[in-house]
């Protein structure tokens, strides 16, 4: 295994592996840059110039487009990641609630990480599972017809 | 191959995995091996039945017994009482609201018994991540009748003719959207799926991606063969990773059988098709903006014309439909568009989907026959709001739709009445809206979201929005003044037009359908400094009722900031200056005597 590429001293060859399997095909910026924070669990500067070096692109325009989509996180998130549901349904069933409930529990406000670094809460604007609002997932799990004590019970499994 | 005297359908749909149906199916195999019966009952594992507020849902087939809310326990019961001695579960099946009465069928539940299920003909019944299920409920024919028997032309005058028009919003007739990227020049041509389904409350493209995979794919192939392209992209949200599984596994089995790739059923013809994940941007769904993303880049929309049929994506003629679109599109070319055009009404054909939620009994997606009332989609499919509370408004399109009041239940729907009442089809979502809903900060919540969402392109849309919010926010507050509203229609008069792209253009719309119907109570906030709703809690206040109020002090006890007094076992009182309008006191009294105004 070669030293990696991405700037820091990190030994790991999968992001050397994900610019080399990009190299010289159009429209890669995203998948890229999805590839390497799921490795990395988020976007280090030294890894976005990395990236910009490689494919010969401004470091702006990566930069640009890194910050364009709400999915890219530029600082370190938590173990876990927490998305309330903000769309309409789970609105109008009471969604503010659930929000306010894992803010509380946490201690966290949306878009933060929770001070042991267990929790990130991320913003969202609709899972698409509205017929079981008020939603919310954590990591890849959908947890729905949530009131605020089930939200409570759940925090505690994780 | 094996024969099954049995099939048990359980719903992996995303609503129902939720609800906990990966523990029934697998209970539901180690009951059958229990039973002995693994070889005799299949379990078949489905995309979604539309109707996630029973799930999860199991069916039981040849009899069709629908089962719902079943839970782990409940399945050795199933096995044993059903499946072994053949009489169905009764405390399991599906009650009518209405009657009480159990309903075993699903034929005949109120929620199907309406609806016309065509694009969503197949979720629910077929294991989508088996393409031979798909084939043998007819899949792929419609493709090889396109390629063997028809010409590109013919195949554009069959879509044409069957009065299809585009489901993700617009309604722009489909067959013409085609005809423009054929008669464009170019060496090379794309077809695009948008599935970046971003509307909040609508989620009928996830169903069919996650439920019927092979029903995008195949419309796409035959609107490339149309156009005349050989290679295609569906554009997903990141947010739908079981709809992006499904996809891959659909794709490499349809290549597996020579359903894609070259000479497709030996008539030269080539189709490849590629998945691209979305990365979380509501304004992607605008179609320039959606190419930009395809191509690495900040998903921002441009100026049209030129339109993606003649520059799309790497300046090539592209062609942009929703995933609904595309879906309908195999049944078109296999029954005809006689039989298409003969549903619905006059300028709006066939189905669509809608997906019905908010404040109503039965949510989850309905495909109905356009023209439908929305009474009957929603007292009749929905069953009524919930706790027979009074109708106040339904929103149809999401964000860049807006409500429509009680008294326009009875409008038939299709794309051109919608827009009259002040609406539109949008993406197809429903939210109903009961008497406890506040029409302004509903307006609130969607110019909070539209405005978050603003790339920041264009001028109207970006500083535009953020004026409109901060003046509803302060509606909302209570600090409304004489001339906002005024100012409000106005702004949304600008940024309707002239904006650059579809988000911005409509984005006001809520606001102005809002205003529409229900200024009185856009009045009432400023003029009054009153809620009607009751919900923007900084116009609400508590009192208690002395007749009801039996001196518990329980409320004194809760209350945070120490804002009501009073002797034991005599009447309270809440002091307005004190109090903060959290609600805590409200939720401790147990004989209703604080009420919120």
């Known amino acids: 295994m070669g030293k990696c590429c991405c700037g820091s001293d990190c030994q790991d060859s999968r992001f050397t592996e994900i610019l080399e399997q990009y190299k010289g095909k159009d429209g890669v910026l995203i998948p890229v840059l999805q590839k390497a924070q799921e490795i990395k669990g988020y976007l280090p500067e030294e890894t976005i110039r990395a990236i910009a070096d490689y494919f010969n692109k401004p470091y702006s325009e990566v930069y640009g487009v890194a910050t364009f989509y709400a999915q890219f996180r530029l600082k370190p998130s938590g173990e876990n990641i927490i998305r309330v549901c903000a769309g309409t349904a789970c609105h109008v069933r009471g969604g503010k609630k659930i929000l306010d409930k894992v803010c509380s529990e946490l201690n966290v406000a949306p878009g933060e990480t929770s001070a042991d670094g267990k929790f990130s809460l991320e913003p969202v604007a609709c899972l698409g599972a509205c017929g079981l609002a008020p939603v919310m997932m954590i990591n890849d799990t959908t947890y729905g017809r949530l009131t605020p004590e089930k939200v409570t019970e759940i925090l505690a499994k994780y | ?597």
């Open chain 2, 1 to 597: 191959m094996q024969i099954y005297r049995g099939h048990v359908l359980i719903c992996a749909g995303t609503g129902c995995v939720a609800s906990g149906s990966k523990k029934v199916q697998a209970e539901m195999a180690n009951q059958l091996e229990a039973f002995n019966l693994e070889n005799d009952i299949k379990i078949v594992e489905t995309g979604c039945h539309g109707f996630c507020e029973m799930g999860p849902i199991v069916i039981v087939y040849p009899e069709g017994i629908f089962y719902c809310q079943v839970k782990m326990e409940d399945v050795k019961e199933i096995v044993e009482e059903h499946l072994l001695k053949g009489r169905p579960v009764k405390r399991l099946l599906f009650r009518d609201q209405m009657t009480e009465e159990m309903v075993p069928h699903y034929r005949d539940i109120d929620f199907y018994k309406k609806q016309n299920r065509i694009v969503l003909g197949n979720c629910g019944f077929i294991n989508p991540e088996n393409i031979k299920e798909y084939i043998a409920r007819d899949g792929y024919e419609a493709l090889a009748k396109a390629l063997t028997q028809m010409t590109p032309e013919q195949v554009i005058d069959e879509v044409k003719a069957s009065g299809l028009r585009g489901r993700g919003g617009g309604g722009f007739p489909t067959g013409l959207k085609w005809q423009f990227a054929r008669d464009a020049k170019g060496d090379k041509k794309y077809v695009i799926c948008n599935a970046d389904e971003g509307d909040p409350g609508a989620f009928m493209d996830r169903s069919v991606l996650e439920g019927d995979p092979h029903a995008l794919i195949e419309g796409m192939a035959i609107a490339a063969y149309a156009i005349g392209s050989d290679e295609g992209y569906i554009y997903v949200r990141a947010e739908y990773p079981l709809a992006i599984k499904r996809l891959q596994i659909a794709i490499a089995q349809a290549h597996e059988l020579g359903l894609l790739g070259k000479d497709i059923f030996g008539s030269g013809f080539n189709f490849k098709l590629n998945i691209k994940e979305g990365a979380g941007a509501f304004v992607c769904g605008e179609e320039t903006a959606l190419i930009a993303s395809i191509e690495g880049r900040r998903g921002e929309p441009r100026v049209r014309p030129p339109f993606p049929a003649n520059k799309g994506l790497w300046g090539k003629p592209s062609n942009v439909n929703n995933v609904e679109t595309f879906a309908n599109v195999p049944r078109i070319i296999a029954k005809g568009s006689q039989w298409y055009a003969g549903m619905g009404t006059e300028k709006s054909k066939g189905t669509k989907v809608f997906a019905l939620t908010g404040k109503v009994k039965n949510t989850g997606l309905a495909e109905v026959t356009m023209g439908l009332t929305l009474r009957e989609i929603i007292f009749e499919i929905g069953g009524g709001i919930i706790d027979d509370k009074k109708f106040k408004a339904v929103q149809i399109g999401g964000p860049s739709g807006g409500c429509i009041p009680e008294q326009l239940l009875d409008l038939p729907i299709d794309y051109d009445s919608l827009i009259s009442a002040g609406a539109m089809m949008g993406s197809g979502g429903l939210v109903v809206m009961d008497e406890d809903t506040c029409m302004v900060e509903l307006a609130r919540f969607f110019l909070n979201f539209t405005q978050m969402e603003s790339c920041g392109k264009c001028t109207p849309c970006r500083e535009g929005t953020k004026i409109m919010l901060d003046i509803l926010e302060r509606i909302t507050k209570g600090e409304g003044k004489e001339g906002d509203i005024e100012l409000l229609e106005s702004l949304a008069k600008t940024i309707k037009s002239t904006s650059l792209c579809g988000l911005g253009q409509t984005a006001p719309n809520p606001v102005l359908a809002t205003l529409r119907y229900f200024r009185d109570e856009y009045e009432a906030h400023i003029k009054e400094k009153r809620c009607p709703a009751g919900v923007c809690t900084a116009l609400a206040s508590y009192s208690i009722l002395e007749d009801k109020c039996i001196g518990c002090t329980a409320c004194a006890r809760v209350c945070p900031v120490n804002a009501i007094s009073g002797e034991v076992k005599k009447p309270h009182k809440i002091d307005p200056a004190k109090c903060i309008k959290c609600g805590a006191c409200a939720q401790a009294c147990k004989f209703n005597a604080i009420v919120k105004k």
